[in-house]
């Protein structure tokens, strides 16, 4: 498929994980792929990596200028970049909240702000931000990430208000439990890695975790001009986690 032939992205945390997977798969599919990243070293040939921290406005306004300067043009904008955070209310000091909520949600402001005078030039543009289902469902011991991503997902449907009519399609996905180096750092922590991992595995109704190529894949649909009818969409990508309800399997 070469759905994106001619098109330029932008994918932050484009160095790991579903950004990484992102950033392969819309080259696979035509793209030319600039990664943002702390550190983007050690990208598959034909992505191009650059450092950039989405919390630093000078660094995201360079790096979007070294993208028009290469290529020319920017088409999509994939704002992935994120950060976790664990506890209830009371677990969080002010700084963490002000860093998660920087990196989450600001940083996504910051890219799209300096990436919009790009977009809004192209035939094929959009934004696809990455959300989670925990924006609007309940999760324990994730009050801090749950916040930051219920701010992405307001913040898309606001975007996609303000831009539709610019010819700028907005969406986000919302995976659920994915696996990525995240949760993968998260279970190490557990005093049982492996049970800690059997037990996420089986809280999933299909039984495994989200794969970051699966969240890529829903990524690249929202981005692609084949869903150009596709705006202000939260696409979930989480096994079905938040919408079944299933009963516990039977005893063997």
């Not at 098109?7 to 992102?22: F, H, K, N, P, R």
């Not at 950039?52 to 920017?74: M, P």
């Not at 659920?176 to 005093?191: F, K, M, N, V, Y």
């Amino acid at each position: 498929m070469s759905d994106f032939a001619g098109l330029v992205a932008i994918v932050t945390g484009g160095g790991s994980g579903i950004g990484l997977a992102t950033a392969r798969l819309l080259r696979s599919r035509g793209a030319e792929v600039a990664a943002l990243d702390l550190e983007p070293d050690g990208l598959p040939d034909g992505i191009v990596g650059i450092e950039a921290d989405v919390t630093d406005d000078a660094q995201v306004q360079s790096a979007v200028e070294a993208v028009v300067e290469r290529f020319g043009r920017i088409d999509v904008v994939v704002n992935n970049a994120g950060i976790g955070a664990v506890g209830d209310v009371a677990a969080n000091g002010d700084d963490e909240w002000l860093r998660v909520l920087d990196v989450n949600v600001v940083g996504m402001v910051r890219v799209a702000r300096h990436a919009l005078p790009h977009l809004r030039r192209s035939p094929a543009a959009a934004i696809v931000n990455t959300c989670s289902i925990v924006a609007w469902a309940g999760v324990e011991q994730r009050v801090l990430y749950s916040a930051s991503k219920g701010a992405v997902y307001s913040l898309t449907l606001a975007m996609a208000a303000d831009h539709v009519r610019e010819g700028i399609r907005v969406n986000c996905v919302a995976p659920g439990s994915a696996d990525t180096p995240w949760i993968g750092r998260s279970l190490e922590q557990a005093p049982d890695p492996v049970a800690a991992r059997a037990a996420l595995d089986a809280f999933q109704p299909t039984g495994r975790l989200v794969t970051a190529d699966e969240v890529a894949g829903a990524i690249a649909y929202l981005a692609s001009p084949l869903s150009s009818a596709t705006v202000g969409t939260m696409l979930a990508v989480d096994n079905g986690m938040h919408g079944l309800r299933l009963r516990p399997p039977a005893p063997q």
